[in-house]
């Protein structure tokens, strides 16, 4: 066997490949860099089913946009605690990180939902805290509804490592918290403060500087925006739109039924319809008794036209749950309990219901006669009047009857029936009794029936 001598140069050569062939392997199993997807949101309002709704479709259009970290950025006075309990466990579990950025006010259920959230940076001036549950006329609510309160943002300051006392301490006012919170008055935080007892990690001017402080510095920042639907969801839940529903409903029902067959009328009232309730029942507003009970009132109203003879019971009860459910479908609710829903709200949902009820009447009397005369209503109506002056008559006999005599076959008071030539006919007299038996004698054959005199005896 033949043995041969590797030179060094052939050596280094082979060296170098190898070190350039590790490098570019090694090189190619590192991942690109990838930016950070940052997901802003915004609680700039009351919280509501409306922010119900927003919140989760923005969470499902991040989880969709695969975000890294969700930003909410809050300014609310507060809201219904059952939308703020939900919005606050969607944010729990969420599997991103979730941060809040107040940028001017959490109080009452935006402290809760804060208090849910990873991180919390407040910008200067800022405030969270004062979770009291109050009514709609402002005054604490009942004391089961502040345990209820205590106890979610007790749990929640537990799930997210903060004092679990003093988020208790923002809700009930006889708690009381040496050095920072008297008996008598519920905590308050200003950003400073909340810094200094751990619900705020740090006060920011901006997302961006949010981001700094986190060591994130490739970043993409994607705004949530609600899709077409969404913006035309929210335009059709104003109560100016819904007044407006509300009269198309009522006003495309009456010229229907006063203008059998044409069927515009009813589409349009039937889409009204649609665009009304559709949009509250999506944001949790209408409930499925409420539409029932919408639905209900008319089949009674209906049964009072047309089967039911005169106006009693039936009508006004199907008025009271027409008029009743129209107002309740905007009110957020818990049945007949008004506790959490604002006076305002109240107020606006009765004055819409009341405006289109009105406007509807406006419609039908003021531009019933424009509708009659209309162009499109003489398509579809018969108008051509059979006058007998242009030689119109009703008469359908061959041979007149006028002065022919005969015998009541019934008493005339003043119809009944006479009979002439053994033949059996309708007829009236001119008011008078005629008996039975009683000789008569016609005195006019146009129509379905005779008039007839009595004959007066000798």
């Not at 849910?116 to 109050?134: C, E, F």
């Not at 089967?307 to 009860?317: E, K, L, Q, R």
């Not at 009110?331 to 405006?355: G, M, R, Y």
Request: aromatic share 10%; hydrophobic share 45%; net charge negative.
């Amino acid at each position: 066997m033949l043995n041969k001598k590797i030179s060094g140069p052939a050596i280094a050569i082979a060296a170098l490949f190898l070190t350039g062939f590790l490098i570019t392997v090694r090189a190619q199993s590192i991942p690109p860099n990838i930016q950070t997807k940052v997901f802003v949101m915004e609680l700039k309002a009351q919280i509501d089913p409306r922010t119900n709704r927003y919140t989760q479709l923005a969470l499902e259009e991040a989880h969709g946009q695969n975000a890294d970290i969700i930003i909410l950025e809050m300014d609310t006075y507060g809201g219904a605690v059952t939308d703020a309990d939900e919005i606050r466990t969607m944010i729990l579990e969420y599997p991103a990180p979730v941060w809040v950025f107040i940028n001017k006010d959490a109080a009452s259920a935006g402290a809760l939902i804060s208090i849910a959230a990873d991180s919390i940076y407040m910008a200067k001036g800022a405030s969270i805290g004062a979770a009291t549950v109050v009514t709609q006329n402002g005054d604490a609510a009942p004391d089961k509804y502040q345990s209820y309160m205590r106890s979610i943002m007790r749990s929640t300051a537990e799930a997210t490592g903060r004092d679990p006392h003093i988020a208790e301490a923002m809700v009930d006012e006889n708690i009381e918290i040496p050095g920072i919170s008297p008996k008598g008055e519920v905590i308050t935080f200003s950003t400073s403060e909340a810094i200094e007892h751990g619900f705020c990690e740090g006060q920011v001017s901006s997302i961006e500087e949010i981001l700094e402080r986190n060591g994130v510095e490739d970043y993409e920042i994607i705004r949530y925006e609600p899709d077409t639907a969404e913006k035309i969801i929210s335009l059709f839940i104003n109560p100016y739109v819904s007044s407006i529903l509300i009269l198309l409903i009522i006003g495309g029902l009456y010229f229907e039924l006063q203008t059998p067959g044409v069927g515009f009328p009813l589409v349009a009232s039937l889409i009204a319809l649609v665009l009304y309730l559709t949009p509250y029942y999506l944001t949790g507003l209408a409930e499925n008794w409420e539409i029932i009970a919408f639905f209900a009132g008319l089949a009674l109203i209906a049964a009072e036209i047309f089967v039911i003879p005169g106006f009693g019971i039936a009508g006004i009860s199907g008025l009271f749950l027409t008029i009743g459910s129209l107002i309740l479908i905007m009110l957020n609710n818990d049945w007949f309990n008004f506790e959490f829903v604002p006076a305002s709200q109240v107020l606006k949902a009765v004055l819409a219901t009341i405006a289109g009820m009105l406007g509807s009447l406006v419609v039908i009397f003021a531009g019933g006669m424009r509708f009659v005369n209309s162009q499109a209503f003489k398509r579809v109506s018969l108008e051509d009047i059979q006058d007998s002056k242009q030689g119109y008559t009703a008469n359908f006999r061959t041979e007149s009857y006028i002065g022919k005599k005969g015998i009541a076959y019934t008493v005339l008071r003043p119809s009944g029936k006479i009979i002439i030539d053994n033949e059996i006919y309708d007829a009236t007299s001119r008011g008078d009794y005629i008996p039975q038996g009683s000789r008569i004698e016609v005195t006019d054959d146009r129509g379905s029936s005779f008039k007839v005199k009595l004959i007066e005896t000798e």
